[in-house]
């Protein structure tokens, strides 16, 4: 069974290991322990929390994301395994190696999908996907004609009311959206140095300041599942800025919702791993075919 747990450090504490396990101790409370190869994730909300050096080699070798978070709340770090696969150097080579016109034809299966899973979310929740829908099939190479940002105004505008992607700093829905976006791209990471990919080199993110680029490729069509759970959370009114330790579990627990891939219901989790090796697949043999992208139930 592979890893599946997430754990969320909210209180001052101190984080250590031994026989295995991962040892929790609170200020003033009993301790708990976990079992390292059950936990995928482990997020530090708390600026007063202290780890143990070997429990941070334990993370790496175990192949554990670790989030370290802002003032806000929202994860600003991760710490990610170096150098796990066998071929990590042959395979970073290809990857740095690719060619332009393979990066766009991976581009445009991205986005495509991306475009595809917004419209099934928008259908999910009964609203008309028409004027997102009808993109999908119009993605060209490299996204030449930015469809991706077409696409994105019509959603947004259809999935919420009076909302703006990013522009409205206090909106509690773009707080949600971060936290979570942040919680994927870092499992997507996780998954891609496990593969012996460099998530600095994208296909097309390429920003020298950024060290995720090629993880803010492939989360694209990761992203309406949290999309997903704050609409959800909109519509039952559990959203604030504070986001709350409720909205947080349910926005960590995107990691372990299923979509269809490969003919199959799979955990986000899983997919990471899954599209991280089709990428692999796809540079090694030039052939975007290879790549495999999730779908919305």
């Known amino acids: 069974m592979s890893a599946w747990r997430t754990i969320l450090v909210t209180k001052p504490c101190r984080l250590s290991t031994k026989n295995q396990q991962f040892i929790y101790e609170p200020k003033d409370e009993a301790s708990i322990t976990v079992p390292l190869e059950d936990i995928t994730v482990i997020v530090l909300e708390n600026n007063q929390s202290s780890m143990t050096t070997a429990l ?51 581009w445009q299966k991205i986005i495509t999908q991306k475009i595809k899973n917004q419209a099934q979310l928008l259908q999910y929740f009964q609203k008309d996907n028409f004027q997102v829908k009808v993109l999908v099939n119009k993605v060209k190479s490299g996204d030449s004609e930015n469809l991706e940002a077409m696409a994105a105004r019509r959603y947004w505008g259809i999935l919420f009311d009076d909302f703006t992607r990013d522009q409205k700093k206090g909106d509690p829905r773009n707080i949600a959206l971060n936290y979570g976006y942040a919680i994927v791209r870092g499992a997507i990471a996780r998954s891609l140095v496990s593969y012996g990919l460099l998530p600095t080199f994208g296909v097309f993110h390429n920003s020298d300041l950024n060290a995720y680029n090629l993880a803010d490729d492939m989360i694209e069509p990761l992203r309406p599942m949290v999309d997903m759970v704050v609409k959800k959370l909109e ?35 899983n997919i990471c791993d899954t599209m991280a090796h089709s990428f692999v697949k796809s540079i090694k043999l030039n052939d975007v075919t290879h790549l495999k992208l999730p779908s919305i139930l």
Do not use: W
Not at 58 to 68: D, G, H, P, Q, S
Not at 250 to 266: G, K, R, S, T
């Open 56 to 106: 941070l080699s334990k993370c790496a070798e175990k192949n554990i994301a670790l989030f370290t978070c802002d003032n806000y709340h929202i994860p600003n770090g991760c710490f990610t395994p170096f150098h796990q696969h066998s071929r990590f150097s042959q395979i970073s080579h290809i990857q740095r190696d690719m060619k332009l016109p393979l990066k766009k034809q991976i």
């Open 235 to 269: 519509i039952e009114d559990e959203l604030d800025v504070h986001l709350g330790t409720g909205i947080k579990s349910a926005l960590l627990n995107v990691l372990v919702m299923q979509m269809h891939f490969n003919d199959e219901d799979v955990t986000v989790l």
